[in-house]
């Protein structure tokens, strides 16, 4: 089960279906489009066996004790962050002070819009947090929004592709903490437990589904519009060639989760009160990798 509609984050999926090496594991595989938001508790009531995540969202999944693991990072490093038009002058954090900042009203962007302003010497009381209706970035930004919260390789990467000058701040290098792991692979605890070969072997084709990417780049995006030829073929063109190096990033293979970078965020959600317990080191494996 996919987090949202089809795009970039999910080529390595597609490529390993369109290759046949779920078939060649012996496996006959599905992919599902969620409702919004519901993915990881579908994955938790035993809807799919597999499902996309982003640690963020995880965490409270885990402190509730809901049946999955994180089995794979996606994308090494976090490639989220805030994105305004250039004409807004939002050059660096505190800047957003005195701004209109699109929010989706959850504690967790509220208190990682804090820490950056306050951590810049800007005044987080002077931003102007407003509900984010609109559809997609460029719809909020063409209205009264300043800034909002983005993928990189999706908005960051349609901005180049409009010609549509804007300034970004990259959340983990703005603040080490968050360098969260988003998006995730995440397995069905109870299906998982029964079937670890299997989970292996699904964890197998897809690790060579990402490597493709990663190698090939042009032939990945051609995989991705074959299976969602509605999506701008100019945008899955570059955002391919963009995330090509960033999938496995500096991690020694594809999918490998950092102890100590999973708790140290998760660590800041407990201090910061997002999590109701410190779940540390909890709630990731790397044992299904190849």
Known sequence: MLDWTANTNHTGIYVALDKGWFEAQGLKVSILTPPEDGAVLLLAAGEAEFAIGAQESLGPALAAQLPVTAVAAIINHNTSGIMSLASAGIKRPRGLAGKRFASWETPLVTAVIQNIVAGDGGNFDEVR????????????????????????????????????????????????????????MLVNNKWSAGNPETA???????????????????????????????????????????????????????????????????????????????????????????
């Not at 908005?155 to 792991?181: H, M, S």
């Open 129 to 184: 947090m407003i509900s984010n209706t609109a559809t997609d970035a460029f719809s909020a930004l063409q209205t009264d929004v300043d800034a909002i919260w983005i993928y990189y390789a999706w908005d960051g990467i349609a901005a180049q592709v409009r010609g549509v000058p804007v300034d970004y701040l990259d959340l983990g290098a703005v603040n080490p903490l968050f360098d969260f792991y988003t998006p995730l």
């Open 200 to 290: 292996r072997k699904f964890m197998q084709a897809l690790s060579r589904g990402y490597q493709f990417a990663e190698d090939n780049p042009v032939e990945a995006a051609q995989i991705l519009l074959k299976y969602a030829p509605e999506l701008d073929g100019e945008l899955v063109r570059q955002s391919q060639q963009w995330l090509a190096s960033r999938y496995r990033g500096d991690a020694p293979r594809w999918g490998q989760i950092d102890p100590a970078r999973w708790s140290a965020f998760y660590q800041w959600m407990y201090r910061e009160g997002l999590l109701e317990k410190n779940l540390g080191e909890a709630g990731f494996t790397n044992d299904y990798l190849p």
